[in-house]
């Protein structure tokens, strides 16, 4: 993988906390050139207003930078939330690792 691809595997909660750790990482892929960043879910148990604002601020930030972002292996409590956000056309959400690959393939 380039680095122009990276991949964040974030673990446990995204709340202010675990936000700011995912900006960090998104932030220094960036710094590296990145030009797509996924950022796979598929380890995250809750995430709460606070980390849906993270996110969206991420989100904004990639796109200022001229990269894109996408969000993989989303269960259900994460879905939901972006949705009842009215946040999920926001992101480009993929169901997993699998798909984000396929897509970097075309």
Known sequence: ???SVQVLEP???IDTSGG???RSG???FLDLGA???LIDLKNITFMDSAGLRAIVAIQQLVRAK???LYLCSLE???QIALELAKMENFFEILPDRAAFDRLLEN
């Open 1 to 3: 993988m380039s680095q």
């Open 11 to 13: 673990e446990g909660i």
């Open 20 to 22: 700011n750790k995912i």
């Open 26 to 28: 998104v932030n220094t």
């Open 35 to 37: 030009k797509w960043i």
């Open 66 to 68: 001229g990269a894109k």
């Open 76 to 78: 259900d409590q994460l």
